[in-house]
């Protein structure tokens, strides 16, 4: 009995270890495909990576490796001949799709994407919503706004973010879901990016009249109409708006709690944010971020995407307000979301090096090169493996090669950062820096080299930060010819 026990269980082990191969073969080879499908991209140019993109949603049996060809397909396909082919081919993949799979969700949204690129707005909109409500894979919120920003509907977006967070469109259980129902702080930037790209363009003439009272959130039409108007530079009314507004919530906070969004824990934020556009003194601003931290103690993430949602939008006009940049980030780095060792173990790693980041950039803009240098160093050594760290790696060795001359040291930063190839983003910023050191030995082949690639990985076409690369690589360029 004791021996046929013995071979019961050597058996039943046997056979989980067989059934349990076949599992994880499965996920291997999900794993290899998609692997296999990056590692195929890694090296293509913009063209190349559109036909690759193609041919694998129409090859490839894995639904992750799929989802990933299609981002890539939205991403490379910025024409109208490779619109119209793209949504040709996600179209054909959704009428072999099962409805319930997540590869349907995800198709549909692509489908939106492109729909709304070819100018079928109302159609793309309508799907995106479908796909909010059924909580299709992939947030359904996020393909709204980089549909609507990049076909330059800003003011369609700050209208729906507007109604996400305070309209009535979306009940309480979908709210909760998607963590919406919040600040307004999006919705101005929205308005800024409005003004900022479209000059002619009025917050309180395009957006405000577009805006409904929320009946579970009774100041939100108010405070919209204080950030419209500080969406149009006109600061000192919204901050009369805002201070309206605060008076109002102090004399109801009872009635504005209950109703379940307490809009006074955010208005020291929106003051913050108009009175540094508006060019009042550093010590206003950090005193009103202060207030609004005060507000949120337990929140330290919140304080930290908030402040930096609004840097990533004034990083956009490196000419005017990124200047202004190093007063937000001045305040974190000072503060005990820096400062406090436990508070900071609260906020990713890479959040905390892209805080500094973004200041040594400021800086630079400020013209305070030696004191961004050392933020550089700091951040290359103390978070290497970040995107913030490889980007300080890259401006370090810029500032080395022109203050120190060391070219040689230079070079070897910008190559291994080359050699990482964790961060495709920085790749022509690498490129483009090596380029000027190839110019400074007097290899203009070589710059050439360097140059002609950075248009290669940038279409011309590229609406995205790398853009500015790209305009920088043809004045390079068109310069060693007119030298």
């Known amino acids: 009995m004791r021996l046929t026990m013995k071979r019961s269980k050597k058996n039943t082990v046997l056979f989980i270890i067989l059934l349990f191969i076949p599992i994880l073969a499965i ?12 590692n195929a991209r890694q090296y293509l140019v913009a063209e190349a990576r559109y036909e690759l993109s193609r041919e694998t949603i129409h090859t490839s049996q894995d639904e992750d490796t799929i989802a990933e060809a299609m981002k890539d397909l939205i991403t490379y396909s910025h024409s109208l001949q490779k619109n119209e082919e793209a949504l040709a081919d996600v179209e054909a993949l959704i009428g072999g799709l099962d409805e319930n799979s997540e590869l349907y969700g995800r198709a549909n949204l692509a489908k939106a994407r492109l729909l709304m690129r070819l100018g079928n707005t109302d159609d793309a909109l309508a799907l995106m919503k479908r796909g909010v409500h059924e909580k299709w894979k992939e947030n359904a919120f ?35 879901f998607y963590g919406i129902g919040a600040d307004f702080s999006i919705f101005f930037l929205r308005l800024y990016g409005m003004k900022h790209t479209n000059p002619e363009k009025s917050a309180m003439d395009d957006v405000f009249p577009n805006l409904k009272p929320s009946t579970w959130r009774p100041q939100a039409l108010n405070i919209a109409r204080a950030l419209c108007l500080a969406g149009d530079r006109r600061f000192e009314e919204a901050l009369a708006v805002l201070n309206e507004v605060e008076m109002q919530l102090n004399d109801n906070r009872d009635e504005e709690v209950m109703v379940g969004y307490d809009e006074k824990n955010d208005i020291p934020f929106y003051k913050a944010v108009v009175s540094l556009l508006g060019g009042k003194d550093a010590e206003t601003v950090h005193t009103a971020l202060q207030n609004y931290m005060d507000l949120h103690p337990q929140e330290p993430t919140l304080i930290v995407n908030r402040i930096m949602e609004l840097t990533y939008e004034l990083e956009k006009d490196v000419l005017g307000e990124m200047k202004k940049i190093s007063v937000l980030t001045g305040f974190l780095i000072q503060s005990d979301i820096v400062n406090n060792e436990l508070i900071k173990s609260k906020i990713p790693e890479n959040k905390i090096a892209s805080i500094y980041d973004l200041h040594q950039q400021s ?121």
């Open 142 to 176: 996020w393909e709204i706004n980089d549909g609507l920003l990049e076909t330059g509907q800003i003011d369609v977006c700050a209208v729906d973010e507007y109604e996400r967070n305070a309209g009535d469109e979306y009940d309480r259980e979908l709210r909760k």
């Open 363 to 483: 800086l630079c803009w400020n013209n305070q090169f030696d004191e961004s240098a050392q933020i550089c160093k700091f951040v290359m050594e103390n978070y290497p493996q970040t995107l913030a760290g490889a980007n300080c790696a890259m401006n370090w060795a810029r500032y080395i090669s022109w203050r120190e001359q060391d070219i040689d040291g230079a070079e070897r930063i910008l190559n291994g950062i080359l050699g990482e190839a964790n961060h495709d983003v920085l790749v022509p910023w690498v490129k483009h820096s090596l380029a000027e050191i190839a110019l400074k030995r007097g290899d203009k082949l070589k710059a050439l080299g360097y140059l002609n690639d950075i248009l290669r990985l940038i279409p011309e076409s590229d609406a995205s930060a790398q853009a500015r690369c790209r305009e920088q690589a043809v004045v390079l360029k068109e310069q060693i010819f007119n030298y």
């Open 27 to 38: 996920g291997q080879e999900e794993i290899s495909s998609r692997n296999h499908y990056r």
